[in-house]
């Protein structure tokens, strides 16, 4: 059973378009979103994060937006960059849980130039 | 600053043969530290998580195990590698709650 779930495998953007990359979730005590992007043959790397008491969290050209009733989470990148290819990772993590955090399939994106 | 390291970078073994992977942070103190999988096109699978020397928990069951003899190393082991256990390995470590992972550089391991 797939707490966290990225639908789009792959999505192919050119670049300075916008790019948006989606996560839906079904577990209601997750309260603590993060995403990670990750280059082939690297750990990943910590990106953004949300706490369930916001909609909305921005970093530069990065935002990643939460919409709790839906249980949906979005990325959003704006402009893209062709060093922004890699796969993102979306992950939650449940109140009081510690640090275990679930996370999504993973989502590939190409920006070309 | 806190790092984290883990090697090999990569490793091939036959099957039925043992596995050790060592991972070790530095620069912090007491961390909780997790082992995780990616298999071939999948996402993230917690295997374990320590919050304490000799404190482990499993999450999946499988072929594995860990172990952590120290405050700041995390070991993963196997007594005979299967085939299903090819994957990206990744160690992490954490503190508190509701606070970030940082991941190791990854051991891609090939069971052949």
């Known amino acids: 059973d797939q707490q966290v779930k990225q639908n789009s495998p792959s999505l192919s953007v050119q670049e300075g378009r916008i790019s948006i990359l989606n996560c839906d979730y079904t577990?209601?005590?997750?309260?603590?979103f993060l995403w990670y992007k990750k280059y082939p043959a690297e750990g990943p790397t910590f990106l953004i994060s949300i706490s369930s008491i916001k909609d909305k969290n921005e970093d530069g050209r990065f935002t990643v937006f939460l919409n709790k009733s839906a249980k949906h989470l979005s990325l959003h990148i704006v402009p893209s960059q062709p060093g922004d290819s890699a796969v993102y990772f979306c992950?939650?993590?449940?109140?009081?849980?510690?640090?275990?955090?679930?996370f999504g399939g993973g989502t590939r994106l190409m920006v070309k130039p | 600053s806190q790092t984290i390291h883990q090697w090999p970078a990569t490793l091939v073994q036959p099957v039925g043969s043992p596995l050790s992977l060592e991972c070790t942070v530095e620069g912090t103190s007491n961390p909780n530290l997790y082992w995780y999988r990616q298999a071939a096109g999948r996402g993230l699978q917690l295997l374990f998580y320590s919050v304490g020397i000799g404190q482990i928990s499993s999450e999946v069951p499988q072929n594995l195990s860990a172990s952590r003899p120290q405050d700041r190393q995390f070991i993963l082991s196997s007594k005979k590698l299967l085939l299903s256990d090819s994957g990206f390995y990744l160690c992490?470590?954490?503190?508190?709650?509701?606070?970030?992972?940082?991941f190791g550089s990854g051991t891609q391991l090939s069971v052949l």
């Open positions: 577990n209601s005590m997750f309260d603590y």
């Open positions: 992490a470590w954490s503190t508190g709650s509701n606070e970030k992972l940082f």
């Open positions: 992950a939650a993590n449940p109140l009081n849980a510690g640090n275990m955090l679930t």
